[in-house]
């Protein structure tokens, strides 16, 4: 059975601060990843999707890896601000059986400190 | 108008109330999903449905029924529920059934079981 951890499971930073959000998880055989953030009451706001043969994904000022051989992946946050407080999701779907069927971690709640 | 809409956004009951949750998304999407949301424990996928057929039951209880009627429109009429039951409901939806893209999450309906 797939398990997703998140470390750590709050961090607070201060503003303009680069810093790094990590997944691991137990079973290398990922059909793709998506990391997600949530802020309080809401929804989940999808980040980025790498599938199974990408190594990385960036979109603004995020930058998300993967290393599927290690059961890793890490949310690179570069300068970060106040509006990026909220929590961050991993989330990984399997390889076969049900495709659609997303595997997510417990979270990290990040806060941004002006 | 957000992608995903979900009403009610709270909703309070009995254990011996009928009610449902309704989702509609505006996406042009084809298949839709049923999440629970428990404190302190990661997201649980309950329900996938795919160009309104039901792909995926995650071994949910029978007091918990989900219906489709269309791929715009996903239900999920409660009866009988426990307190455990207390949670936030998310609906998501996506393009296409084969994982490759992502999720796209309502605010969610936070229900109370009293």
């Known amino acids: 059975k797939q398990e997703v951890t998140q470390i750590p499971a709050a961090l607070s930073v201060p503003e303009g601060e680069n810093l790094v959000l990590n997944c691991s998880f137990t079973?290398?055989?990922?059909?793709?990843l998506q990391w997600f953030r949530q802020d309080p009451g809401k929804g989940l706001t999808s980040l980025l999707l790498?599938?199974?043969?990408?190594r990385e994904q960036t979109s603004g000022r995020l930058n998300a890896s993967l290393d599927k051989s290690s059961g890793r992946s890490t949310l690179y946050i570069a300068a970060s601000q106040p509006g990026d407080s909220a929590t961050y999701l991993c989330?990984?779907?399997?390889?076969?059986?049900?495709?659609?069927?997303?595997?997510f971690g417990s979270g990290t709640q990040l806060t941004v400190l002006p | 108008e957000t992608g995903v809409t979900q009403t009610p956004r709270h909703l309070v009951m009995g254990m011996t109330n009928k009610k449902s949750l309704k989702c509609e998304q505006h996406?042009?999407?084809?298949?839709m999903y049923w999440y629970k949301q428990s404190a302190k424990k990661p997201l649980e996928l309950m329900f996938v449905?795919?160009?309104?057929?039901?792909?995926e039951n995650n071994s949910v209880p029978s007091r918990f029924s989900p219906e489709c009627p269309n791929s715009s429109h996903l239900f999920l009429h409660l009866h009988t529920l426990q307190p455990e039951d207390s949670a936030l409901y998310l609906c998501?939806?996506?393009?296409?059934?084969?994982?490759?893209?992502?999720?796209?999450f309502g605010d969610g309906t936070r229900l109370s079981i009293l």
């Open positions: 998501a939806s996506s393009q296409g059934g084969g994982g490759n893209q992502p999720q796209h």
């Open positions: 079973d290398s055989a990922i059909y793709n």
């Open positions: 790498i599938q199974s043969s990408q």
């Open positions: 989330a990984v779907r399997r390889s076969s059986g049900s495709a659609r069927q997303l595997t």
């Open positions: 996406l042009g999407h084809n298949a």
């Open positions: 449905y795919n160009f309104k057929e039901q792909t």
